[in-house]
């Protein structure tokens, strides 16, 4: 039977699978929709073994925030931006970012154990999702916070894109926008620690170490040498840790103090961008 264009484009838009696969598969089911659907997911998940080993390092983050609370942020990746941009792939993203804010799981295992619904499991949907887009469709990693007070920025790189930076942050009581504005910072300026009790004692050393190193390297005075490496070390704080660094929207001001303006703290955040560590 003849096969048109609007049923081919109906079943690409519902499956994400390519414009000769829906074809073909329509006209094998004779035009029938739900089989032909049926045989893209039959097909599909056959091939699912066969992209394990494949790179995934498009995709998007994505986050949900519950009434200030509780969030998640989570990386979906997969092997082109052309699926990506996808609505189909950007649907399955939602879907379970919103499952995990409901589980609320401890690990990655968990997280892929998650009831997604109609008795399957995360990992199963995200077979299914796999099997109907034609790529590998992997979560790479996620977050969950629930503290006093939880907010989140998600950034586009670009306007054809979805997201591919996202920050999660937990404070210590409501901040309003400045959580917001917050998380938009860690976006730009990646800190990697919250404050300098974070970092571990063996950074510092190194740190200090490459100060010395490097002030040896330049000739500085043996007296000066003491003052010269506290003064850059001081400056790695700045430059690594959260609240001590110049905020985004005030420069003149640190993120501390912008915090302590409103009596609130952070106690921790999440950063990620899509195929970076």
Same mark, same amino acid.
């Given at each position: 039977m003849a096969i048109s264009a609007a049923d081919i484009k109906k079943l690409r838009e519902a499956t994400g699978a390519g414009m000769s696969d829906c074809k073909n598969a329509l006209v094998e089911a004779d035009g029938d929709y739900d089989k032909a659907m049926e045989q893209l997911r039959v +097909?599909?998940? +056959?091939? !699912? *073994? +066969?992209?394990e080993g494949r790179s995934a390092s498009n995709g998007l983050v994505t986050a949900h925030l519950d009434g200030g609370g509780s969030g998640v942020l989570l990386e979906l990746n997969c092997e082109t931006d052309f699926v990506a941009k996808g609505e189909k792939f950007q649907q399955v993203a939602q879907h379970?970012?919103?499952?995990? *804010? @409901? &589980?609320k799981p401890a690990d990655l295992d968990a997280a892929l154990a998650t009831d997604a619904g109609d008795g399957k499991t995360v990992k199963d949907y995200l077979d299914e999702a796999n099997a109907t887009l034609g790529e590998k469709v992997e979560l790479r990693r996620f977050a969950s916070f629930g503290g006093a007070y939880v907010g989140s920025y998600l950034h586009k790189t670009s306007p054809d894109l979805p997201p591919q930076v996202g920050v999660l942050v937990e404070l210590t009581g409501p901040a309003g926008d400045i959580a917001r504005d917050v998380a938009q910072h860690i976006a730009a300026f990646s800190p990697t620690y919250v404050s300098r009790d974070d970092v571990p004692p063996d950074v510092v050393a190194k740190e200090r170490e490459i100060a010395e190193a490097t002030a040896r390297e330049e000739g500085k005075p043996e007296a000066a040498l003491a003052k010269i490496v506290e003064g850059r070390v001081t400056g790695f704080f700045k430059d690594a840790t959260l609240l001590? =660094? @110049?905020? @985004? +929207?005030?420069?003149?001001? &640190?993120? =501390? =103090? !912008?915090? *302590? *303006?409103v009596d609130v703290t952070v106690t921790r955040f999440a950063r990620f961008r899509?195929? =970076?560590a």
């Open positions: +097909k599909g998940l +056959k091939g !699912v *073994a +066969k992209r379970v970012v919103e499952r995990l *804010a @409901a &589980s001590e =660094q @110049a905020f @985004a +929207k005030d420069s003149k001001k &640190s993120v =501390q =103090q !912008v915090l *302590a *303006a899509v195929g =970076q």
